[in-house]
């Protein structure tokens, strides 16, 4: 038996994993929904899959489960308040802002770095998150510089110049 770890450790820990920050989207009967994410993979190419996790409970993790269809805008280095609005619970995200919509009829997140128009391919619940693999249906990109996060917080990631790396596995 091994001993139990908390969940502060459990956060510090994975908080010296840097990630991006990105805003996952939806509607649902005309309504929009919005969380902020770090949690976000690239699960295949072929077919292009990729994976969130959303806090188990909240409107939008509902929403994005209910609509079948979501977006995800990776933020840039100059959208740190956005991703602050959509962290906040219980308020109305969208206030405000002006929001454009992919074709799928989903919010996306204007000026993002790139943003991911999805379908929910499944989703179950692992621990306090539902893991949503969704299927891409679409993809917009701009130039710019992606918005980090690092022990818990926001960060610059550095474009170090270098060749892009092929893996071959």
Do not use: Y
């Not at 969940?7 to 996952?24: E, H, I, K, S, W």
């Not at 962290?87 to 919509?101: I, K, N, P, Q, Y």
């Not at 009829?105 to 179950?124: Q, S, T």
Request: charged residues 20%; hydrophobic residues 45%; contains cysteine.
């Amino acid at each position: 038996m091994t001993a139990a770890i908390d969940p502060l450790t459990m956060r510090r820990a994975m908080g010296r994993f840097a990630t991006g920050v990105a805003v996952v989207t939806t509607s649902v009967d005309g309504t929009p929904h919005g969380m902020t994410v770090n949690s976000l993979t690239s699960v295949s190419l072929d077919p292009p899959l990729l994976l969130v996790c959303l806090t188990i409970g909240a409107r939008s993790t509902d929403a994005v489960v209910r609509a079948g269809r979501f977006a995800v805008s990776i933020l840039s280095a100059r959208q740190e308040q956005l991703a602050l609005r959509f962290a906040r619970r219980g308020e109305d995200h969208f206030a405000g802002l002006e929001v454009t919509h992919g074709r799928h009829e989903v919010p996306v997140i204007p000026g993002a770095f790139a943003h991911l128009e999805c379908d929910v391919e499944r989703d179950f619940t692992a621990g306090d998150h539902v893991v949503v693999i969704g299927r891409v249906r679409g993809v917009c990109e701009r130039e710019g510089e992606p918005l980090g996060f690092l022990r818990g917080k926001f960060s610059d990631i550095v474009d170090r110049g270098h060749e892009p790396i092929h893996w071959i596995f």
